[in-house]
């Protein structure tokens, strides 16, 4: 695969011959790494700055009250000791609407909490949602050099917080820029560890403890059995689909920007383009969800398409 000119140091990966870490931002290596209780907890807790002692692994569907609802479908769906529910998941495509996709998501948590009776308090488990993305959600000046954004409800006219059963955490790793040499607390660790585990060749000298120590172990590729190995490279191979598609999509879009005059007629060909590169995902079995996200189609237009692809219907 001929490397990418690009200032972007996340493209420009190993080969996966070369590698010895497998990479956490793909969906096996996340689950692999954070499937493991000890390192989400640890995580968490650095993330967050919270105390958690235990946590219990839930099904990782949100369901609707009614059949035909709508589902939800994140990375990682946990329980704390105390009752309070973490969503964490990955994003690598860039999504017009993930503001309102964590919303959405979170909202299924809060409302599953509705007991099956006639009467309750409303008194709710706080519900966080942590998002790793690899790409820029928050583009305006005063957000450049900030890699991790809280967001919460606040009430307007005080600036004081409204309610604490709901918070946001959004990692935008595109922005985090340090070395190893760099690094202060392990806040730092965790995002240089997701961010560039997949270059690395042996531990850094710089990255101590017990707990990062246990990380690298369980990312050791040559550890992987061989359905596995299986399972990660196709996860590999998709994440590198996944970003260059979207990076065609950019491309595509600050292209159009600079033209000025000759509109007509450009959205129609945008729009055609982009179903192309969905009847390519669509081929490749990815979720209708995940094909979303990277053409920025409607749900309606992705469905009509799978709907007529000879491909799936000979299936």
């Known amino acids: 695969?001929?490397?990418?000119?690009?200032?972007?140091?996340?493209?420009?990966?190993?080969s996966l011959l070369d590698a010895v870490y497998i990479d956490p931002m793909t969906d096996f290596g996340f689950k692999k790494l954070f499937m493991n209780k000890e390192l989400l907890i640890a995580f968490l807790n650095d993330i967050l700055a919270a105390d958690i002692r235990d946590i219990t692994y839930q099904p990782t569907e949100g369901l609707g009250e009614y059949k035909d609802e709508r589902t939800a479908i994140f990375d990682l769906l946990c329980t704390t000791g105390s009752g309070e529910y973490v969503i964490v998941e990955m994003q690598i495509g860039e999504q017009t609407f993930f503001k309102d996709r964590v919303l959405f998501y979170a909202s299924h948590i809060i409302r599953k909490q509705a007991p099956k009776k006639k009467y309750w308090d409303y008194c709710l488990k706080a519900v966080y949602v942590v998002s790793i993305l690899d790409f820029v959600l928050f583009k305006d000046k005063e957000s450049k050099d900030m890699v991790m954004e809280k967001a919460c409800i606040y009430r307007e006219r005080t600036g004081t917080p409204f309610s604490d059963k709901l918070k946001f955490v959004f990692i935008e790793l595109p922005k985090f820029n340090k070395t190893v040499s760099e690094l202060k607390g392990n806040t730092d660790t965790w995002l240089f560890m997701l961010k560039h585990l997949f270059t690395l060749k042996?531990?850094?000298?710089?990255?101590?403890?017990?707990?990062?120590?246990?990380?690298?172990?369980?990312?050791?590729?040559?550890?992987?059995?061989?359905?596995?190995?299986?399972?990660?490279?196709?996860?590999?191979?998709?994440?590198?689909?996944?970003?260059?598609?979207?990076?065609?999509?950019?491309?595509?879009?600050?292209?159009?920007?600079?033209?000025?005059?000759k509109i007509e007629g450009k959205i129609e060909g945008k729009i055609e383009g982009r179903m192309e590169v969905a009847i390519k995902l669509l081929v490749r079995n990815m979720p209708i969800d995940e094909v979303i996200s990277v053409t920025e189609l409607s749900e309606e237009q992705v469905r009509q398409l799978l709907e007529n692809i000879p491909e799936l219907q000979a299936e």
Not at 227 to 254: P, Q, V
């Open 202 to 261: 042996s531990p850094p000298p710089e990255i101590r403890g017990r707990i990062f120590k246990r990380f690298f172990k369980l990312a050791e590729i040559n550890k992987l059995t061989h359905t596995e190995m299986d399972t990660f490279e196709k996860s590999l191979k998709k994440n590198y689909f996944l970003r260059d598609m979207a990076r065609a999509i950019r491309i595509e879009e600050r292209t159009e920007g600079r033209m000025e005059g």
């Open 1 to 14: 695969m001929a490397k990418a000119k690009t200032k972007t140091p996340v493209t420009s990966q190993p």
